[in-house]
């Protein structure tokens, strides 16, 4: 998978791509095509080279060589499709050659403020022959026509040409300079054929060290810790930034979740509005960054390497499915027990399962499927409001609502400032009963709340 197909599974990874700060397209399509990682090693040295530019990137003596690197990455265009015709044997036309010769001119001095930086891990292909065949009159400047001083023939008939008297002796010199122009320019694609990969390395290179300043400039805003490569989960402080975003804009603050979780399934209960969803949102996103080489916003954060993360979180995939709620949800579990079975490493988040059925088959379906994690070892949280569940595994609460005695009343949009949505460890699964709490609070209907309650 890739991280632009990654965006329909994971939404707030759109989130993530909009705030990172590129200076060039190479980047940003570096990143869109930059597969999910599976493997501990490459984690583990993806987070060291992020470590290093994020100090480079902090660091005041290296700022002005870090500006003027920027400036340079800024300048380049994507030259692939030249250089894919160029390995395939065409003959390059002026603007062509043009490209070539500016991506050698700019990945040069590109190369020589990595150089300053001291960053070993970039080894950038010397371009200084290109260069030469591309610079003949030794100017150094990004531009390109088909120099006389190629040939001593055409700067004759080029002269000749300026000198004409009449426009038969024009079209004559014309013609035959178009001749030894197009020859050249075909021994000019055969010399630069062999240095196509040379291009094409530093054009990766530029790439990535583009895609490491935009994350490390993103960690740094969000104070992201760089997470660590473990066995299991242990997230504290996590925060999801786009979520977080949101409640600021309307002068509230997100409140970060810490959660501690083995190979093991994880069930957690609480009431409507207890913020379960949010935090498998946040679980997710997290386990996404980091297998996209990215530090996390959160105090500390260590995850272990997965090779899918499958989630059933909210109406989004039915809606896009056009299948009823519940089937997508079926289909979701039977997806997750058969990718496990296949032997992968699974972490599988699963947002109040069967919630659109009846509560006895809702109770026998988590009731299942958590025996069934349990059997294949598989690492998943499933949140559920359902109480009295039968099931032998590691139980959370969300402590939730928080009210003081001295507050009678509620408006709708200051519920949440009560809420304690920090997780407790519990034995038994009763779910916090707090709906008519919530509808007292809120003035509704006293005959209603009655008529509720009667009889019980």
Known sequence: MLFKNAFEQQPSLRFVFEK?????????????????????????????????????????????????????????????????????????????????????????????????????????????????????????????????????????????????????????????????????????????????????????????????????????????????????????????????EVLALKGRQFQPVSIRFGRETVLITGANMAGKSVLLQSVALAQYLFQFGFFLPAESATLPVVDEIITSIGDRQSALSGLSSFAVEVLTIDRIIKTAREGKRVLALVDELARTTNPDEGKRMVNGFIRICRQLSLTAIVTTHYSGLDVDCKRLRVKGLQIPENVSSLSIGHISDYMDYSLIETRNDDVPKEAFTIARLLHVDDEFLNECNSGL
């Open 20 to 244: 990172l700060q590129f200076h060039s397209v190479l980047g940003r399509q570096h990143l869109l095509n930059l597969p999910f990682c599976t493997d501990a090693a490459e984690l583990k040295t993806e987070f060291e080279h992020l470590a290093d530019t994020m100090e480079l990137w902090q660091s005041e003596c290296h700022r002005p060589t870090l500006s003027h690197l920027c400036q340079q990455i800024h300048q380049l265009n994507n030259i692939a499709p030249t250089l894919l015709s160029l390995e395939n044997g065409a003959v390059l036309d002026d603007i062509q050659l043009f490209e070539i010769k500016k991506t050698a001119i700019l990945t040069s001095t590109i190369a020589l403020d990595v150089n300053k930086l001291e960053i070993p891990w970039l080894e950038y292909a010397p371009m200084e022959e290109v260069i030469d065949i591309l610079d003949p009159e030794h100017t150094h400047i990004p531009h390109f026509y088909v120099y006389s001083a190629y040939d001593e023939d055409l700067a004759c008939l080029r002269e000749k040409l300026k000198a004409a008297c009449n426009s038969q002796e024009e079209e004559t010199y014309r013609f035959q300079a178009q001749e030894i122009e197009d020859r050249l320019r075909s021994e000019l694609s055969e010399k630069l054929r062999p240095y196509h990969q040379a291009l094409s390395q530093n054009l990766r290179n530029t790439a990535y060290i583009d895609l490491l300043i935009a994350k490390a400039r993103l960690a740094i805003d969000w104070k992201a810790c760089q997470p660590q490569i473990g066995e299991s989960h242990d997230l504290v402080n996590l925060t999801n930034p786009e979520i977080a």
